[in-house]
T-cell receptor, first 114, second 114 residues
């Protein structure tokens, strides 16, 4: 089974802090994704990556950056945290070689910015 | 612009009856559709998918129907069980465009009453 692990389940940070959210997958997947989930808005894509050192903006990249130095690890960075970034953050991965494959999700990090 | 819409935020169904969850989309380039189920404090898990070359896909108690002319898909759960109580997200993808992005709907919270 695919395992996507997010380093923290709950995180509380202060406004202006630099925040790192880490995600690791164990299935050698090429594609990795960061979403945020907010009530009434569903899952919105922040950034995704097709390969090591590759990244592309999703639908709501403002205020975020990402890093993919190793295939199995995809980090989301909040450069200067703000209260409107309080949310549930979900990481996912998928296999690129097989044309149509579902994304596999981690259990999420609930981030509160005070 | 919400390309994938789930217009019913919630649905309640008696145990043993059919649950029907609906999803509409606007982009005719979408050619692959998925349903995910999400329990509280867990990441979404893949449930069932359908390619645009089909109009129905069945997996046990779960059936997804696709009506391309109406740009509408639905998920039928028969019979519904209390363990099916969760938030259900539909998602769409336009794979041949070269992207692996999914566009998610806002979710429908299903409650199955015992």
């Amino acid at each position: 089974d695919v395992k996507v692990t997010q380093s923290s389940r709950y995180l509380v940070k202060r406004t202006g802090e630099k925040v790192f959210l880490e995600c690791v997958q164990d299935m050698d997947h090429e594609n990795m994704f960061w979403y945020r989930q907010d009530p009434g808005l569903g899952l919105r894509l922040i950034y995704f990556s097709y390969d090591v050192k590759m990244k592309e903006k999703g639908d709501i990249p403002e205020g975020y950056s990402v890093s993919r130095e190793k295939k199995e690890r995809f980090s989301l960075i909040l450069e200067s945290a703000s209260t409107n970034q309080t949310s549930m953050y979900l990481c996912a991965s998928s296999d690129r070689d097989r044309a149509i494959k579902p994304q596999h999700f981690g259990d999420g990090t609930r981030l509160s910015i005070l | 612009d919400q390309q994938v819409k789930q217009n019913s935020p919630s649905l309640s169904v008696q145990e043993g009856r059919i649950s029907i969850l609906n999803c509409d989309y606007t982009n005719s380039m979408f050619d692959y559709f998925l349903w995910y189920k999400k329990y509280p404090a867990e990441g979404p898990t893949f449930l069932i998918s359908i390619s645009s070359i089909k109009d129905k896909n069945e997996d046990g108690r779960f059936t997804v129907f696709l009506n391309k002319s109406a740009k509408h898909l639905s998920l039928h759960i028969v019979p519904s069980q209390p363990g099916d109580s969760a938030v259900y997200f539909c998602a769409a993808s336009a794979y041949p465009s070269g992207t692996y992005k999914y566009i998610f709907g806002t979710g429908t919270r299903l409650k199955v009453l015992a």
